[in-house]
Nanobody
């Protein structure tokens, strides 16, 4: 059974860091683009970053601050978030793409985790 489980969210002060994890089961991570998305209250879900072997994509709003990585031996994708801002506050989701290439368009993704809350506040 395909499953994606996020963890690592929490409350952090502005300027702080968090590392999110997305553990996949039921399929082999190596063959799929995996992306992180986020959704703040009252806003649409937006793409943050995508990874497929040899390719990474970032939204302009997180470039230089967030880093996506994966450990295929652990079937896990990570999102290292540095220099966090209050506007990064959202529920963060990982998702598996239905397409072979990376993107950060929600419509390209068909399997989603349950999300993990990130709150950036002093």
């Amino acid at each position: 059974q395909l499953q994606l489980v996020e963890s690592g969210g929490g409350l952090v002060q502005p300027g702080g860091s968090l590392r999110l994890s997305c553990v996949a089961s039921g399929f082999t991570l190596t063959y799929y683009p995996i992306a992180w998305f986020r959704q703040a209250p009252g806003k649409e879900r937006e793409g943050v970053s995508c990874s497929r072997d040899g390719t990474t994509i970032y939204a302009d709003s997180v470039k230089g601050r967030f880093t996506i990585s994966r450990d295929n031996t652990k079937n896990t994708v990570y999102l290292q978030m540095n220099s966090l801002k209050p506007e990064d506050t959202a529920v963060y989701y990982c998702a598996r793409s239905r397409r072979p290439l990376c993107s950060i368009r929600p419509a390209d993704f068909g399997s989603w985790g349950q999300g993990t809350q990130v709150t950036v506040s002093s």
